[in-house]
């Protein structure tokens, strides 16, 4: 890896305004990577049309790839990555469907490709507008996750991200996710970071064994017996396990360079709650509003934003809830299971082996765009605190259904 990767010294920050997919594209004009395959589909779509516009106007020198398709689009990306260059894309919805197949692959081959994920809902019905079906249908496809809550987070994870996946104990892609128009188009204050930093932060894609290395001759993607391939998934499995030290260090790090420091999740008034919510990206929020509102009528409510998925932080998820009385998990996206979302699964199954004796249930809420106001989570809260006085309650609801 690069020597100057990771550069931490105090910059000042440089006030801008801008769309979340801006802020996706500055960071890529920032660390001008190599190679962009992309096809376009809403509401990704902007993201590599200002990436070609900048390498139209001699800004960066990626090379952009234009392809048919988006399972075409992570194999280029696969190819280019696997051939040693610093490569990403960017997709949504049913383009990430599309490319199902390809992802356990990359994933598998270990390539640190990076992808921007616009979150939107898979059909049907047909719809173009904002929840995590598409993202969390391929959560176990061998990906890091991370997750935003607003145009700023999406900036800075995506500096983060090559870091992370380049990191010579994971070599593994990841994605960086927002939610589809709610951050993606809407136009937010936001603070960049001066160009060299980012630059040095990102440091240059060095990888030690890649297809073109004179003198050396590889396979990338062979064919595995059975005597072989369960070696490769437990190997897989363990740099996912390793990525969580690397993320943390990436994140103090970058803390370190742009006063925002970043971990598995954010607590907002957790340390005292009673009432607590367990959410994913731009919803968060509205929570925070909500709480502030019932924090100055003395209701001890509180926030666990989760900001990386893949790898599950289980044990620390726990630790940071052990004081709740009842925890309200929300899902943006239905799991289909009969049970619920796939973010309550993970989280009851580590209250569970934490032995946490809270009383926890899932909601399911903002799908294919459904609007959540302050008002819904001041319910969700009410409803919180009738089940800590015994009232009974369904584990797996929906909030804000049409009545």
Known sequence: MSENRLYTEPVAGIPDRMSGNEAVANAIRQINPDVMPAFPITPSTEIPQFVATMISN??????????????????????????????????SSCGLAYMWEMLYVAASDRLPIVMA???RALTGPININADHSDSMGARDSGWIQIYAENNQEVYDNFIQAYPIAEHKDVMLPVMICQDGFITSHAVENITLLPDEPVKAFAGEFEPE????KKDETMAVGPYAVSKYCMEAKKAQAEAMKRAKDVILEVGKQFGEMSGRSYGFFEGYELEDAEYVC?????????????IRALRARGIKA?????????????????IA?????????MDRCEGYSAQGGPLAADVMAALYRAKNQAEAFNVLYGLSGRDVQVEDIESLYAQMQQIAEGAAYETYQYMGLRE
């Open 209 to 212: 064994h890649y297809l073109l």
């Open 302 to 318: 509180g926030l666990l934003k989760v900001r990386v998925f893949r790898p599950f932080p289980a044990e620390e998820i726990a």
């Open 117 to 119: 994920v616009v979150n």
């Open 58 to 91: 001699g800004v960066i020198d990626t090379e952009f790839i234009p392809v048919e398709s988006e399972h075409s689009s992570m194999s280029a990306a696969m190819g280019a990555s696997a051939a040693g260059a610093r490569t990403l894309t960017a997709t």
């Open 278 to 290: 367990v959410a994913i990206g731009s919803a968060c929020g509205t929570i925070k509003e909500a």
């Open 321 to 329: 809830l052990q004081n709740a009385k009842v925890i309200a998990i």
